[in-house]
């Protein structure tokens, strides 16, 4: 009886004995889990330097991070999904991060659609959802009451303006014709220049749309001319503002171009030929020959971890970096102040940032519950292609 | 205006007409057309591409390597996405040459690259002035090529012995077999020179244009448009009907806007179907039993 007593108790200790460690490793394991961060980028098709830009940048400040001890004593992890420029595909990657993966703050790519995509479902399951390329105005300015959404990249509507502020001081631009890329982007963009045209009284000279398979685009090209436009507003991306650029070059227009980021992505210094610098287009970061601090660091840092990259022309273009790397690092300073990664004190962790000396800039306060965009008009650098580089333009 | 219009409607037409005449030459001999033209137009661009620029190889001979692989590729097609559908009496072929497309559509973006590239060449720069608008050489060597590849095909058609094999397999293909002549390979032949011509189209736009995999997709589209408003039976009628929606795309867009371009040119192209329903140039053929 004693024995059989004994016997049981013994058991019984042996569970309690087991079942105290195995909660006490549990324990241990989630103190030093990994805080994780998705990112839904395009990773594979046309767009797919840009979500290995993305990748580059938040991979150089999470090793930063992780090797300063991490956040919250965790190490930082980015997981990763490919929207393949598909906002269904997008949608469909994000609620897996979220729901399966569990990330803490979930980061987007270069695709409007796509990020706008995610933009209700990040607002309804309170994940902060973080911008570093994509420049739609609606993505942060979405009309949510509860807005989970940041960006560290250029906005639209903001870019516009600073467009057509460039065209008139550098060209004295009076009558300005629009080319654009028919699709949503463009479309998004007619309305911002015509908001900043509308705001100094000047009106166009024509608004003109074409397909990204147009070879030629001299019929839209010759009815700007015709209508005496004297500065030529482009937002397209590389192949078609190449053929914008070809298209003046046979018609012997010489025209100023200022242009939204599109030539940017790609070998458009290739693809449009000699007359390439003559596209004058906005960046928020470029990496330069003389770089010192923080950007020769950070580039040294990227060809030690990525040997494929040999010069500049292979970061190109850098602001997918410098935009994820200065995200990133806000993001965990969001984190540290939130103290745990529950997605409301994340978000509101974001507001509590004093100062930050990033990559692009140093940010000060630099996101408020009225303002979650971090870069403002005055963060653009206006760059051209020289060779296969992209450089600030001089004044 | 007008002469920017017509130079751009020209060359933009030629390129159709010479996809669009890769539709007409498998049609008038099987029957059926291949949906991968446009992207054998690609492949076209994307050997020459490599063969020129990539590999260094002389014009003529990457001009012989490319056609040649481009050949093969309509071979392959026929024998293996036409084929087999059409001894099982299927429609099938339709769907598979359209996967087809899309499947080297996929595999030239995984071997080739995501990046669009520039076919870099010394002649594609060279031009003279017309009326003020600079017209470059390339542009006028496209529609000659149209011109002669249908003169070509009407010649072959009426006075020689491959005409009148061409023309039997047309007429009564079992006949045809029974008089000994090899109806299958002469569908093969057909589809070779259909992607040779999506080839050649390849070659002539890779220097004006970006080089990339989806390149060929609307090209495509657009050329069996003009096969259809042509009269996809019709050499002579498919050329002129690339020329006038070429034209017309162009006209459109500097007179009224590129707003109102394939809204106005696919109105037009839907109106002469309505009109001529077996296209501008067609005929309706006659059935005798």
């Known amino acids: ?395 | 205006m007008l002469t920017a219009a017509i130079v751009t409607g020209l060359g933009m037409g030629s390129m159709y007409a010479l996809l669009a005449l890769g539709f007409h030459i498998t049609y008038i001999v099987s029957n059926t057309v291949n949906f991968a033209q446009g992207s054998a137009m690609m492949v076209g661009a994307i050997l020459a591409y490599t063969f020129c620029i990539s590999w260094g190889l002389p014009y003529w001979l990457a001009l012989i390597a490319t056609l040649l692989l481009c050949a093969l590729y309509g071979l392959a097609i026929e024998r293996f996405l036409v084929r087999p559908f059409i001894q099982g009496r299927a429609q099938a072929w339709l769907m598979a040459t359209v996967a087809g497309g899309i499947l080297v559509d996929n595999l030239v973006l995984f071997t080739f690259g995501k990046e669009p590239r520039q076919f870099t060449s010394e002649f594609a720069n060279l031009g003279v002035s017309v009326f003020g608008s600079s017209i470059y050489y390339l542009q006028m060597i496209i529609p000659l090529v149209g011109v002669g590849v249908v003169i070509a095909l009407v010649l072959i058609s009426r006075y020689t012995r491959l005409g009148k094999v061409l023309q039997a397999c047309v007429q009564n293909p079992d006949s045809a077999q029974l008089m000994g002549i090899n109806v299958t390979r002469v569908v093969a032949v057909a589809f070779a020179i259909s992607t040779v011509f999506a080839g050649i189209a390849g070659i002539l736009i890779a220097p004006l244009f970006a080089v990339h995999a989806d390149m060929g997709t609307l090209f495509g589209l657009k050329a069996f448009a003009v096969a259809i408003l042509g009269g996809i039976t019709s050499a002579r009628g498919v050329f002129l009907a690339g020329i006038l929606f070429g034209l017309t795309e162009a006209i459109v867009t500097i007179y009224f806007g590129s707003a109102f371009t394939q809204i106005i040119t696919f109105s037009l192209v839907i109106l002469a179907l309505a009109i001529r329903p077996n296209g501008l140039f067609g005929h309706k053929e006659a059935v005798k039993v």
């Open chain 1, 1 to 395: 009886m004693f024995s059989k007593l004994l016997r049981k108790t013994g058991r019984s200790l042996k569970v309690a004995i087991l079942a105290g460690l195995i909660g006490s490793f549990s324990l241990a394991a989630s103190a030093e889990d990994p805080i994780k961060i998705g990112l839904v980028a395009a990773l594979s098709g046309q767009s797919a330097k840009s979500g290995e830009a993305i990748t580059r940048g938040l991979t150089i400040a999470i090793e930063e991070i992780n090797a300063n001890g991490g956040v919250l004593g965790r190490p930082l992890e980015l997981v990763r999904r490919d929207d393949e420029s598909n906002p269904s595909k997008g949608l469909l990657a994000a609620r897996e991060l979220i729901q399966r993966e569990q990330v803490a703050v979930l980061f987007g790519g270069l695709d409007t659609p796509v990020s706008l995509a995610i933009v209700p479902l990040a607002n309804q399951m309170q994940v902060p959802f973080m911008g570093v390329w994509a420049a739609g105005t609606p993505i942060t300015r979405n009309g949510a009451d509860d807005n989970y959404v940041f960006r560290v990249s250029a906005v639209d509507e903001i870019v516009d303006e600073a467009l057509v502020q460039y065209a008139i001081d550098n060209y004295d631009m009076n009558n300005p014709g629009m080319i654009l890329i028919n699709n949503p982007w463009g479309e998004s963009n007619e309305s911002g220049f015509t908001k900043a045209l509308d705001s100094r009284g000047m009106s166009t000279a024509g608004i003109e749309r074409f397909e990204s398979s147009d070879l030629d685009v001299v019929p839209q090209l010759t009815r700007l001319r015709e209508a005496g436009a004297d500065t030529l507003l482009m937002v397209a991306n590389v192949a078609p503002s190449a053929q914008v650029v070809k298209s003046l070059d046979r018609m012997d227009w010489d025209v100023p171009i200022v242009s939204h980021w599109g030539p940017a992505g790609g070998r458009f210094g290739e693809l449009a030929g000699p007359s390439a610098s003559n596209v004058h287009f906005i960046q928020t970061f470029t990496f330069t020959e003389d770089q010192a601090g923080k950007g020769a660091a950070i580039f040294e840092a990227l060809q030690q971890r990525y040997p494929a990259i040999e010069s500049l022309a292979d970061v190109t273009p850098a602001v997918g970096i410098a935009n994820a790397y200065d995200a990133l690092h806000l993001t965990a300073l969001a984190i540290e102040n939130a103290g745990s990664t529950d997605g409301t004190a994340i978000r509101d962790g974001f507001y509590t940032i004093d100062s930050y000396e990033g990559l692009i800039k140093t940010f000060e306060t630099p996101f408020t519950p009225d303002e979650h965009d971090a870069l403002g008009p005055n963060d653009y650098v206006f760059t051209h292609f020289v060779g296969d580089q992209i450089v600030p333009v001089e004044d």
